[in-house]
């Protein structure tokens, strides 16, 4: 008999899916002091890698939330990238492509390898750390929505007894199946399914082929595999990926056996000792959702984009997902800002979605133009550059907004991720990107005094040079390098206005004439209290 809890919990937000998307969606929730539940019908965290590359934007967040250590020791330097043998047993690796972390001179974190079933446990721990609660065992049933929230079922997975959840805002991370967003009838656009294949985990001592060289990913042209080291170098386990193609037997015990037969041709050892833990088949896909919003309900994650595995950027573009929406659902529901902030998330997150699988599709076809550390910090939002007013004559002059930018070659104009500048404050070494995150931040520089208390709820910092001393009041830190004025695009007293995201809002070259009116329209607009675009 089936039971009905008729007990309606009230929360602020539900997030249905509770794997690496939906638990950093809580995490950034939690930071910001947001109620929040996560609902998820497995029992517990990814036991399967699935996701392994950590760029340097998630390494960020996971930064700004506390858990960047934790990462970069649950999992693995690198190197990044492809080497291609014949066999393991091969006496030369030949590399394809760039190795190296190109993200180190430009970020404070740089990437990590780290495996998704050690990265979710880190996420859950620091979310529930932070008031989150997270729920296992129970999936979503059904939602009705009004114009004051959402009313959700749900049902244990063991299918016994429902609850109902009344929220302000749901969240769908439920995947690329996404039954929230099938009960919705959100359509998704793109190419398609790209075909099935098979991941499977297994334990073998490689060491006698490999013979101590750093072999992290290795395509073996002789058993038509891809291969992975999992884990890191004091717990090592291994994972190949091949395809399903018809007539290969897909039961469990087949695919086990298939896997056996695949590993000892790429280590060229028929008789290799191996173990395998697991096998399973999983199709890939290149889609993203129409829309990311309906009402009061957000995808996010896998539901609002799914791409294949090339570049790694599928995991990571839904962390960036729940951190781009986070700060604004913590705004509106403390009142800080309007509600038509929300708009923004679809405005901003679907572009980069479309962006990204098709960066992702042309890494397949190995005709991609841009470098990874391109999509993983030069993303841009085009509609934030569009629709802030009081554009500055330097915004102006740099003409149209793009959707992506060389991170090394940062333009600082509205849209854009605010760039990283080493800085010193009272002899400790810090980034700019630490100063974000609690409200909007207003940088200027030495001659930037006049902009103290400039406007409401917009904390001013001071960036001076290393010879500049520290006069005038407030906070001030001290441009280790001296190249704060030149990665923000403005000169002697301009101001730069970054977003709790760390993306920049507003900009202006100088202290000119009415730069303060300015600054106020601009904060109207990017707290959704006035149109956008409107008059100055």
Known sequence: MRDQDNTERQVRVLIVGGSLSGLSAALFLAAKGVECLVVEQRPGTSVHPRARLVTARSMELFRSVGIEEAVRKAGDPGPIGFVVVDTLADAHYAPTGNHHDETLDISPTGMRLCDQQQLEPLVLARARELGAEVRFGTRFESLVQDEDGVTATLRQADGSATSVVRCDYLLAADGIRSPVR???????????????????????????????????????????????????????????????????????????????????????????????????????????????????????????????????????????????LAWKLAAVLDGSAGAALLDTYDAERRPIADFTVQETMARIG???????????????????WATVPCKDACDMADGEAVIAENPHEPSGRPGTRAPHVVLDHGGRTTSTLDLFGDGFVLMTDAQGELWQASVPGVTVLRIVGPGDGTPGEGPVYVDVHGTFRALYGIGPGGAVLVRPDGFIGWRTASDSVGARDRLGAAMLALTGRAPAGGPC
């Open 366 to 384: 190995q005709s991609s133009t841009e470098s990874r550390a391109t999509v993983q910090l030069g993303y841009c939002y085009p509609s934030l």
């Open 182 to 324: 099938e009960s919705l009838g959100i359509g998704r656009h793109g190419p398609g399914p790209l075909g099935r294949s098979v991941s499977a985990i297994f334990d073998a001592d490689l060491e006698p082929v490999i013979r101590g060289r750093r072999a992290m990913a290795v395509i073996v042209k002789r058993a038509g595999s891809f291969l992975f080291a999992r884990g890191n170098s004091e717990a090592r386990r291994w994972q190949l990926g091949f395809p399903l193609f018809e007539g290969i037997d897909s039961s469990p015990e087949g695919l086990r056996e298939r896997t056996r037969e695949l590993v000892r041709t790429a280590a060229d050892d028929p008789e290799l000792d191996l173990t395998v833990h697991s096998a399973m088949a999983w199709e890939s896909a290149a889609l993203v959702a129409d829309r990311f919003r309906d009402g009061r309900v957000f995808l996010v994650g896998d539901s609002a984009h799914a791409m294949p595995p090339a570049g790694g950027f599928g995991g990571n573009t839904g962390v960036q997902d729940g951190h781009n």
